[in-house]
């Protein structure tokens, strides 16, 4: 699993950011996440405060990354200005064995941080997380309708090797608020622990069909209760990723039984993500 950084100007800031992020995944593997933040400040004596000034520390980065460090990468996400300028002064302090493996992330601080811990969670290689955490404000500019981009591309289409039978299945919102950030996550934990396909819509708002690993996409279908997605699945596991998922569905996503854990396939029957 890959380590995440954060580094920003404000403490207080990062330490909240990565206290929501660890919020969507309350349970399970998650990724280890280190945070280079602020300049601690010092009384007269020397001594540090509990107080901290606007800053960033190259050294202190390199450092955060080090301790993160993982054979499958490290992702550095920051916030701006100088901190950008740190993160990059910061690989030049490490060793090419760990340099080699990190990189810099573009991405929104706190929805890049969101959809990055989320899908590290589920085992996803370097490149996965990174490009889910650049896509961090594709559900935000949906609602908004701010995007100046044409917008995500079309699903690829199905090759010959893959034209199997699809699964399809309607799932009922039955949560009373609807499928927001918590349940999202859970769904994409699910949706990654299968060696399967899974794409979700939601018909009666938009023809749009999004992949049920992606935590913007999901937030973009904006479903609320008394809509009803369609889950469309194929590959290996793909009857059992639509039994799990389904009945992650009938429970509010997870709401309607707090934060119970819901069964994923067996050790065996996991796929090895990025191998």
Same mark, same amino acid.
């Given at each position: 699993?890959?380590?995440?950084?954060?580094?920003?100007?404000?403490?207080?800031?990062?330490?909240?950011?990565?206290?929501?992020?660890?919020?969507?995944?309350?349970?399970?593997?998650?990724?280890?996440?280190?945070?280079?933040?602020?300049?601690?400040?010092?009384?007269?004596?020397?001594?540090?405060?509990?107080?901290?000034?606007?800053?960033?520390?190259?050294?202190?980065?390199?450092?955060?990354?080090?301790?993160?460090?993982?054979?499958?990468?490290?992702?550095?996400?920051?916030?701006?200005?100088?901190?950008?300028?740190?993160?990059?002064?910061?690989?030049?302090?490490?060793?090419?064995?760990?340099?080699?493996?990190?990189?810099?992330?573009?991405?929104?601080?706190?929805?890049?941080?969101?959809?990055?811990?989320?899908?590290?969670?589920?085992?996803?290689?370097? *490149?996965?997380? $990174? !490009?889910? %955490?650049?896509?961090? +404000? &594709? =559900?935000?500019?949906?609602?908004?309708? /701010?995007?100046?981009?044409?917008?995500?591309?079309?699903?690829?289409?199905?090759?010959?090797?893959?034209?199997?039978?699809?699964?399809?299945?309607?799932?009922?919102?039955?949560?009373?608020?609807?499928?927001?950030?918590?349940?999202?996550?859970?769904?994409?934990?699910?949706?990654?622990?299968?060696?399967?396909?899974?794409?979700?819509?939601?018909?009666?708002?938009?023809?749009?069909?999004?992949?049920?690993?992606?935590?913007?996409?999901?937030?973009?279908?904006?479903?609320?209760?008394?809509?009803?997605?369609?889950?469309?699945?194929?590959?290996?596991? *793909?009857?059992? $990723? !639509?039994? %799990?998922?389904?009945? +992650? &569905? =009938?429970?509010?996503?997870?709401?309607? /039984?707090?934060?119970?854990?819901?069964?994923?396939?067996?050790?065996?029957?996991?796929?090895?993500?990025?191998?």
């Amino acid at each position: 699993m890959i380590g995440i950084v954060v580094v920003s100007h404000s403490r207080p800031l990062a330490d909240a950011a990565v206290a929501l992020a660890g919020a969507t995944v309350p349970t399970g593997p998650r990724p280890g996440v280190a945070i280079a933040a602020g300049i601690p400040q010092h009384d007269d004596s020397g001594t540090a405060s509990p107080s901290w000034a606007f800053g960033t520390d190259a050294a202190v980065v390199a450092e955060a990354i080090t301790s993160v460090d993982s054979p499958d990468g490290v992702l550095v996400l920051m916030d701006i200005g100088s901190a950008v300028m740190s993160a990059q002064l910061a690989t030049e302090f490490l060793g090419p064995d760990v340099a080699t493996h990190v990189q810099l992330c573009s991405a929104p601080l706190v929805e890049g941080l969101i959809a990055a811990v989320v899908t590290a969670a589920g085992g996803a290689p370097l *490149a996965r997380v $990174a !490009a889910m %955490a650049r896509d961090g +404000l &594709a =559900a935000k500019q949906d609602l908004v309708g /701010d995007q100046v981009t044409a917008g995500t591309p079309d699903p690829p289409v199905p090759t010959a090797d893959d034209a199997r039978p699809t699964v399809v299945r309607d799932l009922p919102v039955v949560s009373r608020i609807g499928l927001h950030l918590r349940p999202v996550a859970r769904l994409v934990a699910l949706a990654q622990a299968y060696d399967a396909d899974v794409w979700l819509s939601n018909p009666g708002r938009a023809s749009v069909r999004v992949q049920a690993s992606d935590i913007t996409e999901l937030l973009a279908l904006a479903a609320t209760q008394g809509d009803t997605l369609r889950l469309e699945a194929s590959g290996r596991q *793909a009857e059992e $990723a !639509a039994a %799990a998922i389904g009945a +992650l &569905a =009938a429970s509010g996503f997870g709401d309607l /039984d707090g934060d119970a854990d819901f069964p994923g396939p067996s050790t065996a029957a996991r796929r090895s993500i990025g191998e």
